[in-house]
């Protein structure tokens, strides 16, 4: 049996997500430790809560651009990207060490760093910082919509459908900010186990309704709307764009790989976390897909062409009021949990990196107690509270500088894909399987890069200029 892989490898000496390696200055007492008790349910709900987001409630929109074949067939594509990132990505969970047998890549960061060295590791680490971060944006102005549309839906059903019922949602994704900066205290990613099993029953909870609503406006419209090619244009080129960003927007919809070995590293073992973590990634996907493709094909089918940015906030739906009201708020809920699972991982590598760089700092090292209301006590140090609470302060600040869901949402989900979810991970794979060069595997693996870059590329385009047309209009 290899080293690390048996019924001992529960525990690991160091509490390695967050603080230092061994080898840096950091006092013994500050070396925590923590059981891996994780199984495929807890992996199940940390990829539902990071996937099914705000993703799924533009897909109605993304479809109308789309049409009913090119819509269904752009879910499948991404789809099958993702689970096949996920396959590679899992191989790196473990690589080889001469001396003491499979060592453990505690995040994909590490992984790709230990794979394919600093260089690749240093442009890795920009675009998973960016990638991180262009999410917790999104997350931030959805926060907003749903607040918004809350008070809205209840306006309507007082005052009528044809009510000039307009309200702001900064005050919104502000108080989601102070939320954020209470929960970004979560010490670690193990600490949120608890949060995405809630968040998880959220997203199912919100798509079944979104889903319903719409199956329920076609039952009683009496037809099915929508055509083959989807929304027609004045011009070539505007019908070229709005693909491109439906593109981007179904993009932003799937991955999850590069949060991947962050829950790997929560499994217990027996069996191996690889097999436990594929298993999860499989069960996920189609899941995900699932409800994408009847979220999506259902409001799609009850509005055409003229299906709302948000299926759930873009007033397609007045009534039953209250259930409206309860998705938006089901969604909100998820986007807390949400937020923290794609966040955890970025304050791991930022205070892993403050600690090893200043190991004499007590402002980066020097913990203290804190308690937060409603939450138990945890260890905490002064570098921990301010980056935290500066960077969703940031996130929150932009957030309401560009509150442009669908646009951002499309940036979001392009600018980063192709390198995060497929570069990196099919070059640690040939590293890691040892593939040579023009061989027949190398070759269509390079050829599978090759085609979802060009994708990537136009559906990146689609979305800035979709982005900058909106800003400046």
């Known amino acids: 049996m290899a080293v690390g892989e048996g019924e001992g490898d529960h525990h690991t000496p160091l509490l390695h997500s967050t603080l230092p390696s061994p080898s840096s200055s950091i006092e013994p007492s500050l070396k925590l430790s923590f059981k891996r008790t994780g199984n495929i349910w807890t992996a199940f709900a940390h990829i539902i809560t990071a996937v099914i987001g705000s993703g799924v409630l533009s897909l109605a929109w993304s479809m109308a651009q789309l049409g009913w074949i090119a819509g269904p067939l752009s879910m499948l594509f991404f789809a099958s990207i993702t689970l096949i990132s996920a396959f590679m990505v899992c191989n790196c969970y473990r690589s080889p060490d ?5 060592a453990r890549n505690h995040s994909y960061l590490e992984a790709v760093r230990t794979i394919l060295g600093k260089r690749n590791a240093s442009l890795c680490g920009i675009l998973l910082r960016l990638s991180l971060f262009e999410s917790g944006i999104v997350f931030t102005i959805t926060s907003g919509i749903c607040g918004k549309a809350i008070q809205r ?4 059903h007082k005052e009528g459908h044809n009510a000039a019922c307009e309200y702001g949602n900064i005050s919104y994704m502000l108080l989601f900010g102070i939320i ?9 990613f193990h600490g949120t186990e608890w949060l995405s099993i809630f968040s998880a029953i959220m997203s199912f909870t919100y798509s079944i309704i979104g889903s319903a609503l719409g199956l329920a406006k076609v ?10 090619v989807g929304v027609q244009t004045s011009t070539a080129t505007q019908k070229v764009l709005l693909v491109a960003q439906a593109l981007g927007d179904i993009a932003f919809a799937y991955p999850f790989s590069i949060i991947l070995i962050d829950i790997q590293n929560t499994l217990k073992s027996p069996p191996s976390e690889k097999v436990t973590m594929n298993n999860a990634s499989m069960m996920a996907t189609c899941m995900t897909t699932i409800f994408y493709l009847l979220c999506g094909g259902f409001g799609y089918a009850a509005f055409g062409n003229s299906a709302p940015g948000n299926l759930l906030t873009g007033f397609g739906f007045y009534e039953p009021y209250w259930l409206i009201d309860f998705a ?20 791991a590598m930022v205070e892993r990196w403050a600690a090893e760089k200043f190991p004499s700092s007590g402002f980066v090292n020097d913990n203290f107690i804190l308690k937060l209301p409603l939450l138990p006590a945890f260890r905490s140090n002064l570098f921990r ?3 935290r609470t500066v960077y969703v302060a940031s996130t929150t600040v932009v957030a309401v500088i560009f509150p442009y869901f669908n646009q951002v949402l499309g940036v979001a989900g392009t600018m980063n894909f192709w390198p995060l979810i497929v570069y990196f991970p099919v070059e640690m794979y040939i590293v890691q399987k040892n593939i040579g060069r023009w061989t027949r595997k190398w070759i269509v693996l390079h050829i599978y890069s090759s085609i979802c870059l060009l994708v990537t590329m136009f559906a990146l385009v689609g979305s800035i200029e979709g982005l900058i047309t909106t800003k400046f209009s």
Do not use: T
Not at 153 to 156: A, L, P, R, V
Not at 180 to 188: A, Y
Not at 219 to 228: A, E, V
């Open 98 to 102: 001469p001396e003491n047998g499979p």
């Open 153 to 156: 839906s209840n306006c309507y």
């Open 180 to 188: 954020q900066i209470v929960m970004s205290h979560i010490p670690d």
């Open 219 to 228: 039952i009683g419209d009496g037809y099915i709307k929508g055509d083959i």
């Open 328 to 347: 938006n708020m089901c969604v909100a809920v998820h986007l807390v949990g949400a937020y923290q699972v794609l966040s955890q991982p970025l304050f």
């Open 385 to 387: 509270l301010c980056f």
